[in-house]
């Protein structure tokens, strides 16, 4: 079918349900591709198609996902299923074509979720630091914007956010948006409160805008707000949406760390807020927003 439109640049697949494979052959035109739900895909192989500029998916894991090194993508929005990936050592494979390939390079905004942050952040963490450098490094010199699908908000969660963060290299890196996982009525509170690995150095000195939603006072979001807060200096606003609109006292949390944030909440610096501000909307706001 794509073979018989030689023209098309911006296809679009939803929902359907009879299509296994997409490897497009022959589309010199070919800008953007996005494919959503197709719950019987389990091959995309795009490495024909060097025009690509945009790549947005939502649906499971793949047994065999490639994209063109040598395309220059302006942005990526990937976000598999909640269920964790059978498939973590191809998933993995990708990840490391990628990197070395340095298809990155020239993105300006990126969409993940917490599954595809779990995989890439294993295969930083397990890497030496010259292999680290190498794969990761100033390999998103030119991004800056990132957006994070978080699953879950817990201890290994929150060491995977750190460990991107740390090796991944965001020197550009200017609005950041968090969308954690709807939480239950009360606060969260997790006994595993390790979490294995200290925070980054100053990697997000651009950084200027923030926005987490879904912001429950879970111990492990306020470490990352702390994080922000404390490590990011050219920050305008850090927006918390949240049904609790006053810092609130959580165990495993220093009354010294809730004054601080309660302080910069008065200063105007973090804003605590009931409702989505519709007014900083990430790029990637809706993955099916093309259909």
């Not at 651009?206 to 926005?211: A, C, D, H, S, Y």
Request: with cysteine; aromatic share 10%; glycine share 6%.
């Amino acid at each position: 079918m794509l073979a018989l439109c030689p023209c098309l640049r911006i296809p679009g697949l939803h929902s359907c349900t009879g299509i296994h494979r997409v490897a497009p052959m022959g589309l010199s035109n070919l800008r953007s591709v996005t494919i959503i739900d197709c719950i019987c895909l389990t091959v995309v192989d795009l490495t024909v198609v060097p025009s690509l500029r945009s790549f947005r998916y939502s649906g499971g894991f793949f047994s065999s996902f490639r994209l063109p090194g040598d395309a220059l993508f302006a942005d990526l929005d990937i976000r598999f299923g909640v269920q964790k990936s059978r498939n973590v050592l191809i998933c993995q494979k990708v990840f490391s074509d990628w990197f070395e390939s340095r298809v990155c390079s020239k993105l300006a905004t990126l969409t993940i979720c917490s599954n595809v942050l779990f995989v890439v952040s294993s295969l930083l963490n397990a890497t030496s630091h010259d292999e680290s450098t190498k794969m990761g490094g100033d390999l998103f010199q030119s991004m800056t914007e990132l957006q994070l699908l978080m699953f879950e908000m817990k201890a290994p969660e929150l060491a995977n956010i750190y460990v991107f963060l740390k090796k991944s290299g965001f020197s550009n890196l200017e609005r950041l948006f968090v969308q954690l996982p709807t939480a239950p009525s009360g606060l969260l509170v997790d006994s595993f409160d390790y979490v294995g690995l200290e925070p980054p150095p100053d990697v997000l000195e651009n950084l200027k805008v923030v926005k987490i939603t879904n912001f429950s006072w879970n111990r492990y979001e306020l470490q990352l707000v702390f994080f922000l807060l404390r490590k990011t200096s050219s920050l305008h606003k850090l927006v918390l949406i949240t049904s609790s609109l006053e810092p609130l006292h959580v165990p495993g949390i220093q009354k010294a760390d809730l004054l601080f944030l309660a302080q910069a909440v008065a200063n105007g610096k973090v804003i605590l807020s009931g409702s989505d501000d519709a007014a900083t909307p990430p790029f990637h706001s809706d993955v099916s927003a093309d259909f």
